[in-house]
């Protein structure tokens, strides 16, 4: 399901003929040990293909369209290593589709005060070469991304993950299929958009199905996988006393692990990575699936509840993103506030579909089965556990009807101060960034759904390029946040995203 092991980023040393072949020597094995050095000691998550030195241009023409036919290769770094006249690039740049990075180093960390000459000058010019190539990306407004310091520099190879890291989702998205079961919660309005321009701008394409094609397939598992995968329940979760053998609720477990094995073999059928459920539209199932929802989110699925195709995709996209860093993302919304004067709060939660992968691993969740009023269905199984504490971001995609938005606000996730014995759902309790007043303020001001995607695992960064990288608009609200700016940005934005989308 993830592509990162069959991902390639490509690199590009940047050059020409006025230094002698002697030059174009030297750099081809420079940038061979770079390429190694990346592969081998930076801890990549993408693996770096070596190719030939860019010199005229139509090799740079060539390379760009390689770049995009190319199924495996999400993304195009360039170094420039010497001077690289930039209007030899202007046809290749005008080609490429993915995504372009520039990174701004040289062979040499320090200055070889003593040795240096005019040919070590010719040979190591990145510091105007760089220049002379970001003007003509400035020029074509390609908007690319920019990485500055020495190839062997720890914070130069964090930064390049994460560009990485946002390539692979972007990749990924033009391939992504959501399929929803039942539409939007009726008369809701933050969770419709427009399908089709979010496949323009986003690649995703999202389809329903009727529910009875997803219960058709739940009535085909067999027994067995369910004792099966009932087994891997009680090695994983502390089991409820109703849930457990001759508890008064066990059938309802087994329903829930015929509906998680249904569901995932529809995914798996029809090559979908995110999906959504509504309790409006639950006919012919048993219960509104939550343990399966919550199990499918660990294992890298996108979902969102109540229709929300927007939320399922931005939080299968963020999965990719985050893939093996420390830290969960979970389907979130905003639940309920303690106006703690001081240390206000927000408790964040949904009806059943919490991701388990923001949990503390130390503690088992509780899998219990509780009434739910919402959906008029028999009690469904769910996941109990509280959130670890930490650093997280809530991040939420809007259409705004001309155009997409991303909003985002840092949070400060806090240890579940006092037990919920009668709220029988897993939680997460943060303090909002600058602060509940301003946080909230400026969401609602954003129009930011009460849906949104939760991670621990990314850091601004993250949206910063994924917004860069797509266009679109993208509000952060964090410590730095006051609200004459605020509303400020927004305003200035109408301008500035006006008519960038299809
Ligand atoms: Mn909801």
Redesign the pocket.
């Known amino acids: 399901m993830f592509v990162y092991e069959e991902a390639e980023i490509w690199f590009v040393a940047g050059s020409q003929h006025l230094y002698g072949p002697e030059s174009l020597e030297q750099i081809k094995k420079n940038i061979q040990l770079v390429s190694e050095y990346f592969n081998k000691e930076a801890n990549l998550p993408v693996r770096i293909v070596l190719k030939p030195l860019a010199t005229k241009p139509d090799e740079i023409y060539r390379l760009c369209q390689e770049v995009n036919y190319s199924q495996n290769c999400v993304g195009l770094i360039t170094w420039l290593h010497t001077f690289s006249p930039a209007k030899m690039w202007i046809n290749g740049l005008t080609q490429l589709q993915k995504p372009l990075l520039q990174l701004h180093t040289q062979f040499n960390e320090l200055v070889p005060w003593d040795s240096m000459d005019m040919d070590f000058m010719n040979l190591n010019q990145t510091a105007h070469g760089g220049r002379e190539f970001g003007f003509i990306g400035s020029r074509m407004r390609l908007a690319h991304s920019i990485v500055t310091g020495y190839w062997k520099d720890k914070e130069v190879h964090e930064k390049i993950a994460k560009w990485m890291r946002v390539c692979v989702a972007i990749h990924e998205e033009k391939t992504m299929k959501v399929v929803r079961f039942g539409d939007n919660?009726r008369e809701v309005a933050v969770?419709e958009g427009n399908k089709v321009s979010a496949q323009i701008k986003f690649g995703y394409s999202v389809n329903t199905h009727a529910v009875g094609d997803l219960v058709s397939v739940i009535n085909s598992i067999n027994n067995s996988d369910i004792a099966q995968l009932i087994e891997e329940y009680e090695t994983l979760y502390q089991i409820s006393p109703v849930a457990q053998v001759n508890g008064p609720k066990r059938q309802n477990l087994i329903e829930a692990a015929k509906i998680e094995l249904g569901i995932k073999t529809f995914l798996e059928q029809g090559n979908y990575s995110a999906f959504t459920t509504t309790f409006e539209d639950l006919y012919g199932l048993a219960q509104l699936p939550g343990l399966a929802v919550q199990r499918l989110m660990e294992k890298g699925y996108g979902f969102?509840?109540?229709g929300?195709w927007k939320t399922a995709a931005l939080l299968r996209t963020m999965k990719v993103m985050a893939k093996d860093l420390s830290g969960g993302t979970a389907f979130m919304?905003d639940y309920t506030y303690d106006f703690t004067k001081g240390n206000e709060l927000v408790i964040g939660s949904?009806?059943l579909?919490v991701c388990p992968s923001i949990t503390d691993d130390e503690v088992k969740p509780l899998l219990d089965i509780q009434p739910l009023g919402i959906g008029n269905k028999a009690d469904p199984a769910r996941l109990i556990f509280a959130s670890k504490p930490g650093y997280a971001i809530n991040a939420s995609l809007i259409d705004i009807g001309n155009r997409f938005r991303l909003i985002t606000n840092a949070l400060q996730t806090i240890k579940q101060p006092y037990p919920l014995p009668n709220l029988p759902v897993a939680c997460t309790v943060w303090k909002p960034l600058p602060s509940l007043d301003i946080s909230a303020e400026a969401w609602i001001l954003a129009g930011g759904a009460?849906?949104s995607v939760y991670t621990q695992a990314l850091s601004m960064d993250y949206f910063r390029l994924y917004a860069q990288l797509h266009n679109i608009e993208l509000l952060v609200i964090d410590e730095n946040t006051e609200m004459c700016n605020f509303r400020n940005e927004l305003r200035w934005n109408e301008i500035a995203y006006g008519n960038t989308n299809a």
Do not use: F, G, K, S
């Open positions: 919660m969770t969102a509840a109540e929300d919304e949904h009806m579909e009460h849906h």
